[in-house]
């Protein structure tokens, strides 16, 4: 260990992070300042920002407030030069009603769904308009499945 080091880990013994240092954050500042009346909705907001901004390292990352749903959208480039995405963090064991994901829906494209869990596992979903198409299954299994299933019929 260096002098430099030293020193740091001197300092973090005697000043430690707050024990609540998601409370003091700047941007946890903002969305609270937003006036959501649902703190469990802000604390999993948070989160995602987070996750988005210091491990995927989206650029822009901002939030805004649904007034018509209470709930922190979060906005970001995946990135630069990328279209802005929104993010809506939810609760995963929060109900999402169909008006709810239409209003969300009509702010524009692209959209992701964020459920978080209590253990804060974050799970992204593309939220579309309408069914779409999944890329077909990979792997050899596949022609396989397909054969024996058509054997399967014939023989009936």
């Not at 018509?68 to 995963?92: D, F, M, S």
Request: charged fraction near 25%.
């Amino acid at each position: 260990m260096n002098m430099s080091e030293e020193s740091d880990a001197a300092d973090a013994m005697e000043n430690p992070p707050p024990s609540n240092w998601i409370l003091h954050h700047p941007a946890y500042q903002l969305m609270k300042n937003l006036e959501v009346e649902d703190s469990e909705q802000l604390h999993t907001a948070f989160l995602v920002y987070m996750d988005l901004s210091e491990v995927r390292h989206w650029k822009e990352v901002s939030c805004v407030k649904s007034p018509e749903l209470q709930l922190v959208l979060l906005e970001a480039r995946e990135k630069e030069g990328a279209p802005v995405q929104t993010v809506l963090p939810l609760p995963v064991h929060r109900p999402l009603s169909h008006r709810s994901i239409r209003h969300v829906l009509d702010r524009g494209f692209p959209m992701l769904l964020c459920a978080v869990a209590a253990d804060s596992t974050l799970v992204y979903q593309r939220m579309t308009d309408g069914l779409v198409t999944p890329d077909p299954p990979v792997g050899p299994f596949q022609d396989l499945g397909r054969r024996q299933h058509r054997k399967r019929r014939q023989q009936r």
